[in-house]
């Protein structure tokens, strides 16, 4: 009983989450990419700028599908004063390229996809992204929270932003490897 009311809050809190993106196209009249999609949305700046840093545009405009959990420009702001700015320095790509891919999933999934995976493992789930990372997703207070190697949280803010080549999950906080 507790796990179907939990789970109804969550996908009620999910799906008022969800967004719909505007009318991206190329000009082919195509729905961008995960990068396009991003570039085409103030709130991702500053993601858009350290993936270029870490030369992860092509990887991310390729054919996918992928899963983004994109932090916004507010979640990079909640970052030591001058992290995003030593990060994005040649010097420091490794280490840029750990943290953004540990924000990628292999596949497209979708937020209802999300929540079963979580329900079925007893209310917390393994992600296992591209980069190495394993977080843990969980509804908490009826919203879905990633919890990060290092114990941080963040909560997924918007779900199912669609591009071409997978999904993007909006999230509050930057989720930090070990």
């Known amino acids: 009983m507790m796990?179907?009311?939990?789970r109804r809050t969550?996908?009620?809190?999910?799906?008022a989450t969800a967004v719909?993106?505007?009318a991206f196209a190329d000009h082919h009249g195509a729905k961008p990419n995960i990068v396009g999609v991003a570039a085409g949305n103030a709130d991702f700046s500053t993601l858009v700028t350290a993936v270029k840093a870490a030369g992860l545009v092509d990887t991310l405009s390729g054919a996918g599908p992928?899963?983004?959990?994109?932090?916004?420009?507010?979640?990079?702001?909640?970052?030591?004063a001058g992290t995003v700015e030593t990060l994005v320095k040649p010097e420091n790509k490794a280490t840029l390229t750990k943290i953004l891919t540990c924000h990628v999933v292999a596949g497209k999934v979708?937020?209802?996809d999300l929540l079963a995976?979580?329900?079925?493992?007893?209310?917390?789930?393994?992600i296992k992204t591209v980069g190495g990372c394993q977080f843990k997703a969980a509804v908490e207070g009826g919203k879905v929270v990633i919890t990060d190697e290092k114990g941080g949280k963040s909560t997924v803010a918007a779900t199912d932003v669609g591009a071409s080549n997978g999904v993007i999950h909006v999230i509050d906080s930057v989720l930090m490897p070990r």
């Open 3 to 6: 796990r179907s009311i939990l």
């Open 10 to 15: 969550a996908v009620l809190a999910l799906a």
């Open 20 to 22: 719909s993106t505007p």
């Open 66 to 80: 992928f899963t983004v959990f994109a932090p916004t420009n507010a979640a990079f702001g909640k970052l030591p």
């Open 110 to 112: 979708v937020a209802k």
């Open 117 to 126: 995976a979580i329900t079925a493992n007893g209310g917390a789930y393994t």
